[in-house]
């Protein structure tokens, strides 16, 4: 049965600007692990809001081109964002002071039986409810 992977925003801005820090090649891991979803048929799971932060810095046309390296596999699935995945992230938000985003984003990865695929620190908190990998731990 496939895995599935919930992968948040800076994972594919990685990939796609190969990033770097002082130390590592996150873009690098990136690819890699993606390069391991397409050879095991894994899933790769996204949202609008996933769409919505990646606008923020890209169009449409280069949205498109990051997601064909699962997409043109037919390994890319849209997950739906309901009225009560919101309201449950509002509590998380509140409850651990994190951002309202990212506690969604922790909400439809726990919902879809995910793990979620990050290296934003926020996530660290939420820990004790889901599986929450790097790319690097992952290939």
Known sequence: MPKKYYIDTCIWRDLHENREDKFRPLGEWAFEFF?????????????RLVTKELLKE???KTINEIF??????GLLEEVK???KQSKEALK???KLIVPFEDALHAVLAKENKA????????FI?????????KPEELI
């Open 125 to 133: 908190q939420f820990q004790n409810i889901l599986e929450i990998k």
């Open 35 to 47: 390069r391991k979803i397409r050879k095991n048929k894994d899933v790769v799971l996204y949202s």
């Open 115 to 122: 793990v979620l695929v990050t290296r934003d620190k926020h």
């Open 92 to 94: 998380l938000k509140n």
């Open 81 to 83: 964002i309901n009225e």
């Open 58 to 60: 890209f169009n449409k």
């Open 68 to 73: 064909s390296i699962v997409k043109e596999e």
